[in-house]
């Protein structure tokens, strides 16, 4: 468990940062930190696939699913990692990986109105630990034995690229409510640029928040909603180039055409500056995150004069969308183009991505003397769709109009060119679970869950799996036995056991699936050549994951030292991934299938 004070300790535009070294056995990286449109890789526990998804399952405020990417790191009240098979596979085939739950700030309750205002700014240089060739040394070494290679220039390709990143951030908040009826609205703006000379990121986003329960506590309503704008400038392969640059090539040119040296055809590497001031390669993102949750008391119904028991029922639903809109250009004194012959070239690429789910939870629990029993049921529906189109061209009378007239191009217009694509594809996810606890005197606990799943993107006798689970613990320092030992605050043993599944892949991989492959003239028409686009696999299942972990918790003088030690094993089975096939009998060298086993 994190919490929010421990997670400001940073400033970070992407929430996933904030877990770095936070807890252990949970890998956070991000291999270009300094790129303020790179995002985190989250791991737990190493490695868990071949080919399928490795990051975990995101859970906001009970909602699966969730992005961090739309998560401001202020609105985070809480963080909790679940890394036990026992623990995640309730979750089912989501929960493979490991599961994050992240608990958001609600609205103050005592009937006041607060109001908060942050802001942080980040500065980010690059260390240049590399001893790069510089001009001198490259004709002291490599231009002995050729003399042609000494373009005469002095250029530190390194420091071309490079510039301070500055990212300020701005959180706005207000809040407010009583006991029935909160609300916290967040509003914040972000501006990042990162130390090379083109990225940046510039985004605008907001949270609402409202909860409500009735007089009598009968009913609970709550709802959120988390639109986000983004308009990012993308960066290019940057650092490689300039690595590899030889440093006696001009960075400029008075006499071409954009001021800039143009390599020769040929020649390794290219004019990196050029490609960053140049080029335009940014994307406009669009998110917009929302659920609604109504629950029902169910106990006052059937016997309110229970204290010692919870009824209750509730049904969630979310929707989760993003769209990204892509425009690249370069222009017609652009070097690659003039060595091309091509008068500019443009592109244009819209995606879609929109989630939607369902879930049904039921939950009870009673106490019976020294007997806590707790269970609960549920079902979950998910439904995703994908759908996007491109577009590209070349050969523009002018550069004004950048990506924005692709029809003003003249190579698309080439017979027998289109120059053009779309595609929409979709999955069903469809859960029923459930699971039961029990302890005694908090002394003795017992946990199982049972997960039926079912994915449309397995082959048709295979789309269905189940996933248990079970754990067991003993509080040793309960019992008799241990009373003499004051210095022990807490001692727990606990074993778990648990069946996880991965169902993170591409769409249709066990389906026979068609695309164009040429062209073919008949009575003088051209007509597409249509055929088979993979070697199909009907017999596509679940990658499962059988996890163990064994865990000794301890509290020590007076809660002045804690601490767990854990030893946990996970074999993944039946790894999903491409795998090399003869040819013939398949018509292609690779199948995708489920394939071996690793372990850690």
């Known amino acids: 468990h994190i919490g929010a004070k421990d997670l400001n300790q940073i400033s970070s535009l992407d929430a996933s940062m904030l877990l770095q070294g936070k807890v252990s056995s949970v890998s956070v990286s991000n291999t270009a930190l300094a790129d303020p449109n790179n995002q985190g890789s989250i791991q737990i526990r190493g490695v868990s696939s071949r080919n399928a998804g490795l990051g975990p399952l995101i859970v906001v405020d009970g909602v699966p699913g969730g992005d961090m990417t739309n998560i401001n790191p202020a609105d985070i009240e809480s963080i909790d990692v679940l890394k036990d098979g026992a623990a995640s596979a309730i979750y089912g085939t989501r929960g493979s990986n ?57 250029s530190d390709w390194f420091d071309a690229v490079t510039q301070l990143g500055v990212t300020h951030m701005h959180t706005l908040t207000f809040s407010g409510g009583n006991a029935r009826t909160n609300y916290r609205v967040t509003a914040d703006y972000r501006n990042a640029r990162g130390i090379d000379l083109r990225s940046d990121r510039h985004e605008y986003g907001a949270r609402a928040n409202i909860n409500h329960t009735t007089k009598d506590g009968l009913f609970t309503f709550s709802a959120n909603i988390t639109p986000r704008v983004i308009d990012r400038n993308k960066s290019a392969n940057v650092y490689s180039n300039a690595i590899k ?5 001009p960075i400029y040119d ?68 993003v769209d990204k809109f892509n425009g690249w250009f370069t222009p017609s004194t652009y070097g690659s183009n003039v060595n091309d012959g091509v008068t500019g070239k443009a592109s244009r690429d819209f995606d879609k991505s929109t989630t939607n789910n369902l879930e049904w939870v039921t939950n009870f629990s009673t106490r019976i003397k020294n007997h806590q029993i707790r269970a609960m049921v549920g079902y979950s529906y998910n439904y995703g769709v994908n759908s996007g189109m491109s577009a590209e061209n070349w050969n523009f009378s002018s550069d004004g109009l950048t990506y924005n007239n692709l029809g003003s191009g003249l190579e698309a217009a080439k017979d027998g060119k289109t120059m053009m694509g779309s595609y929409k594809n979709d999955h069903k996810l469809i859960s029923f679970f459930g699971r039961v606890n029990y302890d005694w005197k908090e002394r003795y606990l017992f946990t199982f869950s049972l997960r039926h799943e079912g994915s449309s993107r397995f082959g048709e006798n295979h789309k269905w799996g189940n996933f248990p689970a079970v754990s067991v613990g003993w509080r040793i320092s309960d019992e008799k036995f241990m009373k003499g030992l004051s210095w022990i605050d807490d001692l727990k043993v606990r074993y778990d056991y648990g069946v996880t599944g991965n169902q993170e892949i591409g769409n249709y991989n066990s389906l026979a699936t068609y695309r164009a492959f040429g062209w073919y003239q008949y009575n003088g028409n051209r007509f597409h050549v249509w055929g088979p686009s993979k070697n199909t696999n009907s017999e596509l299942r679940w990658e499962k994951g059988h996890n163990q972990n064994v865990g000794l918790d301890f509290s020590l003088f007076s809660h002045k030292v804690t601490g767990s030690f854990n030893y946990f094993h996970r074999k993944q089975s039946d790894l999903l991934g491409d795998y090399s096939v003869p040819v013939p009998p398949n018509l292609f060298s690779t199948i995708y299938t489920n394939v071996g086993t690793l372990r850690n």
């Not at 103050?108 to 001198?136: P, R």
């Open 98 to 154: 490991g599961v994050i739950l992240i608990n958001l700030k609600k609205g103050t309750k005592d009937g006041q109105v607060h109001t908060t205002y942050s802001t942080s700014v980040t500065f980010n240089k690059a260390k240049k630990e590399l001893d790069i060739m510089n001009a001198e040394e490259y004709r002291a070494y490599r231009t002995v034995s050729n003399p042609l290679s000494d373009m005469g220039a002095d």
């Open 245 to 249: 640059n030889n440093p006696t090539m």
């Open 254 to 321: 008075s006499e071409s055409a954009n001021g800039y040296y143009r390599f020769p055809s040929g020649t390794e590497g290219s004019n990196i500056v050029e490609q960053l001031n140049e080029e335009e390669n940014g994307t406009e993102i669009k998110l917009l995150e929302w659920n609604a949750t109504a629950a029902v008391n169910l106990l006052p119904l059937f016997n309110p004069k229970n204290p010692d028991m919870v009824l209750k029922s509730q049904v969630t639903i979310s929707q989760y969308q």
